[in-house]
């Protein structure tokens, strides 16, 4: 059974203060989506990384595929409190018939 | 555009009502799925259609019935529901894909559930 770990689970830091979070699995996946959500709202997807080593950056985010296709990272800088929500990563299945993995989500608050 | 679309966005109803969800989505996806999401949690998966056909069925009680009328639109039917059934619930669609490929799914802005 495929599974994906985020840390932390919660993290409360200053505007402009920089912040990694982390997705980890024991399983290769063929792809990691991370997706940000807010209270009320729907997950909104973010980035999808295929290639093991692949780095993508949106403005401040900065999102890493491991090598092994076994891990990823989100760097935030100069957080800002419109960073504030639950992030989540999940893996992708091979086909649309496969289930989409969800980590357990960082819940991440930005205090201006 | 990437937009899916889904009402009502709140939802009050009795134990005893029978009401329904509706998504609607006009980007050519050909796979729509239902999750239930709790409050600080993942979304868990309900029901997958491929195709318009029922796929992936995650044990969900019969008290939800999905329905794909269309290739645009996902339904969710609800009867008898009980108070642990409150949450938000989430529609999602995504390009359907064959195998080694990567897919996306984009997700509405969900209907917030209350049963009383």
């Known amino acids: 059974t495929q599974l994906l770990e985020q840390s932390p689970q919660f993290l409360s830091i200053q505007e402009g203060e920089n912040l990694t979070v982390y997705c980890n699995s024991s399983s290769v996946f063929s792809s990691l989506q991370w997706y940000r959500q807010e209270p009320g709202e729907g997950p909104v997807l973010l980035v999808t990384v295929v290639t093991g080593g692949e780095v993508k950056k949106l403005k401040r985010l900065t999102f890493q595929f491991g090598d092994a296709r076994k891990d990823s990272s989100l760097h935030i800088t100069a957080a800002q409190p419109g960073d504030t929500g639950l992030y989540l990563c999940?893996?992708?299945?091979?086909?649309?018939?496969?289930?989409?993995?969800f980590g357990p989500g960082t819940s991440l608050s930005v205090i201006p | 555009d990437t937009e899916v679309t889904q009402t009502p966005k709140h939802l009050v109803m009795g134990m005893t009502n029978k009401k329904s969800l509706k998504c609607e989505q006009h980007?050519?996806?050909?796979?729509m799925y239902w999750y239930k999401q709790k409050a600080k949690k993942p979304p868990e998966l309900m029901f997958v259609y491929s195709y318009e056909k029922l796929s992936i069925n995650e044990s969900v009680p019969s008290r939800f019935s999905p329905e794909c009328p269309n290739s645009s639109l996902l339904n969710l039917h609800l009867h008898a529901l009980q108070p642990e059934d409150s949450a938000l619930y989430l529609c999602?669609?995504?390009?359907?894909?064959?195998?080694?490929?990567?897919?996306?799914?984009?997700f509405g802005p969900g209907t917030r559930l209350t049963v009383t």
């Open positions: 999940a893996g992708g299945g091979k086909t649309s018939y496969d289930k989409v993995i």
């Open positions: 999602a669609s995504s390009l359907f894909r064959g195998g080694g490929t990567p897919y996306e799914q984009y």
């Open positions: 980007m050519g996806h050909r796979a």
